[in-house]
Each structure stands twice: as structure tokens, then as C-alpha cells.
């Protein structure tokens, strides 16, 4: 195939990308106030128009809020995605925003059902890591995730079947100790009923419907690392934005 010069984003674009940045890598804080229109196309050589754009494309992916006071960021209901924590982890050292935390709600190793022992590649009577998590912010319950590592990794990270915390993630925690470094993901998004072991911790009723995303993430070998469903709590808004 011939390479192609690839064509820059148009300028409210670079103006929304650099801004989003600074908000994922946690530069620019929950209700931290952005610079006014004028300063940023003055900072940027642009139209105040083009200025504008930017901020109001910022406000379509629920990044920020703008009233007569001026641009703030605002995360409002929006969700922090395993993805973007990895990024913001090795951006920033720290994988939650302003006002997130975590619950460990359980850990240990188990048996994988078949559809687990397929994605991570594992033996008829092998065993897995088996962890369960609830994300939360000032709002309330943000997500319930449960992922699966295989049960290898306990030997070289004990920590994975523990309820503890762990400082750099579990992504972070298998790089140090393994070298394996996750750099591909699937995300499968779906609606599906509340499984009844998530439901109590997602203050949702069981059998409710709920927005859930299958993540794979795979090392640089091409091994899946983990495999994960987090089902998002009502009122939640999941969003992804892509380069074209």
C-alpha cells in the first residue's frame, strides 16, 4: 500500500484533543476552570469561533460544563473505562480522578467457566484469578466490574488475590512482577440482565437491564492478560473517542 501524508485535525478539534488530554492525564481536575474563549484563540491563533467549537465539542463528550462563569471541567456521570485508567496510570501514576475510589469486593482463585478458560487460554483444570471490584465517585456507584487472570500469576502476584488495593493497578502490578505489558484491548458492549452477584453492590435490582462491557486485554506477546465484564450503573454515560 502507498503511504499517505496524513491530513492534521481541523484546529477546534486539536483545541478539544489537547484539552481532553489534560483532563484523562488528571492535569485538569474535577470542576478545575479552563481559560476563557478569548485566551484560548489568542493562546492558539484561531477564531474565537473556532475557539468556541472546541469547547462546545469538549461539552458533547461530557467532559466539561460552561456557564456565564466560565468552562469547568465536569465529569459529571460520565465513566472512567479500565482502558483510560491504564492510560491514566502511566500518564500520571494514579488510574482515578478527582473523587473516585475503589471497593475490593472479593478475590481469591476459582475455576473458570469454559468461556474464561477459552479467552485466556487455559487448561480443562487450570485455575483463575478472580476479582471483584465497585468503582465509585461523588455520584454514587460508578461500575462492578469482575475480571479473571489466570491463576499463574498468583505465584509471581500474590496481591491479585487479595481485597487490598493495589497502588498500581492490576496492570501495573503484572508488568512490574512479569514484564508483560498490556497493549491491545476488545471492548463488546451489550445490555444485559444484572447477574445476581452483581446487583446488590450495583444498587440495581437482579435481572435488570444494564449496559455491560466485555474487555480482553492482550500483552505484547498476543496472550490475553485479562478477561472482564463491568456492568455500569443507571444513568451512566459511556463514550469513546477515536481518531479517523
Known amino acids: 500500500m502507498t503511504p499517505k501524508v496524513q491530513r492534521a485535525a481541523p484546529p477546534f478539534m486539536q483545541i478539544a ?27 492558539w491563533g484561531v477564531a474565537t469561533a ?16 460552561s ?13 472512567t473505562t479500565g482502558s483510560d485508567r491504564l492510560q491514566m496510570l502511566r500518564a500520571s501514576g494514579s488510574g482515578f480522578r478527582s473523587g473516585e475510589h475503589v471497593e475490593i469486593l472479593n478475590a481469591g482463585l476459582t475455576t473458570p467457566s469454559e468461556p474464561v478458560a477459552t479467552v485466556l487460554g487455559l487448561a480443562s483444570d487450570a485455575t483463575a484469578i478472580r476479582r471483584q471490584r465497585r468503582y465509585l465517585d461523588s455520584n ?21 488475590t487479595s481485597t487490598d488495593p493495589l497502588p498500581k493497578m492490576t496492570f501495573g502490578l503484572i508488568e512490574d512482577r512479569t514484564g508483560r505489558r498490556a497493549v491491545r484491548r476488545r471492548d463488546t458492549v451489550s445490555l444485559e440482565p444484572v447477574p445476581d452477584d452483581v446487583a446488590a453492590a ?11 462491557v466485555t474487555n480482553t486485554y492482550w500483552d505484547q506477546h498476543g496472550n490475553a492478560i ?11 454515560q459511556l463514550t469513546a ?4
Open 17 to 43: 484533543d489537547h484539552y481532553r488530554q489534560k483532563i484523562i492525564d488528571g492535569v485538569l481536575t474535577q470542576d478545575a476552570r479552563l481559560p476563557a474563549i478569548a485566551e484560548i484563540a489568542e493562546e
Open 50 to 65: 473556532t475557539a468556541a467549537k472546541g469547547i462546545k465539542q469538549l461539552q458533547a463528550e461530557g467532559y466539561v460544563r
Open 67 to 79: 456557564s456565564s462563569q466560565g468552562t469547568f471541567v465536569d465529569l459529571g456521570r460520565k465513566m
Open 140 to 160: 454514587g456507584v460508578m461500575t462492578v466490574s469482575t475480571s479473571w487472570l489466570s491463576g499463574e500469576l498468583a505465584d509471581s502476584a500474590p496481591e491479585l
Open 202 to 212: 450495583l444498587e440495581m435490582e437482579p435481572g435488570a437491564p444494564a449496559l455491560a
Open 226 to 236: 485479562e478477561y472482564a465484564i463491568d456492568f455500569h450503573a443507571a444513568g451512566r
Open 241 to 244: 473517542e477515536y481518531d479517523i
